[in-house]
């Protein structure tokens, strides 16, 4: 039998519980709290790092999806550790029509159990294991999407706003 992980050892948030509440500035500086989409789909999804290849792909994927998530009722909200200027270069270079916030320090990560150990060349370090949550408009997790793979990312989200019941 495949061993399954509970929150308490990952820190996720398993679908069907309250997504945690935040207070985030996006890259034109605007605050952002999860509370002021209520009634909404909200595509979280939390990447590594502002302007390197796959989390470009990703913020791209979903820019270019924005009409079928509007169609479905849904807003994106992208969220990394970097800073707000950070954030205003990697909109503007790729002309993102969603919010990026920045998570310095990194405390929302956290929250949702997306700030991890991680290696790469033989070295550990902390950092943002690539996760969406899908959360719906009565502000519950309804979907986690668990370490993913960037390519065909943005239409697996809109598969699932297909076959997930209104919240």
């Not at 969406?132 to 990312?153: C, E, M, Q, W």
Request: hydrophobic share 35%.
């Amino acid at each position: 039998m495949a061993k399954t992980h509970s929150q308490a050892e990952t820190g996720m948030i398993e679908p069907g519980k309250a997504a945690p509440a935040f207070h985030l500035p996006d890259q034109g500086g605007n605050k952002h709290r999860l509370s002021q989409y209520k009634g909404q789909w909200v595509v979280l999804y939390f990447y590594p790092k502002d302007s390197t290849p796959g989390c470009t792909t990703e913020a791209c994927d979903f820019r270019d999806a924005q009409a079928e998530l509007k169609k479905r009722g849904a807003v994106v909200l992208g969220i990394s550790p970097d800073d707000t200027k950070s954030k205003a270069k990697f909109a503007g270079k790729h002309g993102l029509n969603f919010p990026v916030l920045a998570d310095e320090g990194a405390a929302v990560c956290e929250k949702y159990g997306v700030w991890r150990e991680k290696s790469m060349y033989g070295r550990t370090f902390m950092g943002v294991v690539r996760t969406t949550y899908l959360i719906n408009p009565s502000g519950k997790v309804a979907r986690r999407f668990d370490k993913v793979k960037v390519k065909g990312h943005a239409e697996a989200v809109l598969a699932a706003l297909d076959e997930l019941p209104a919240g």
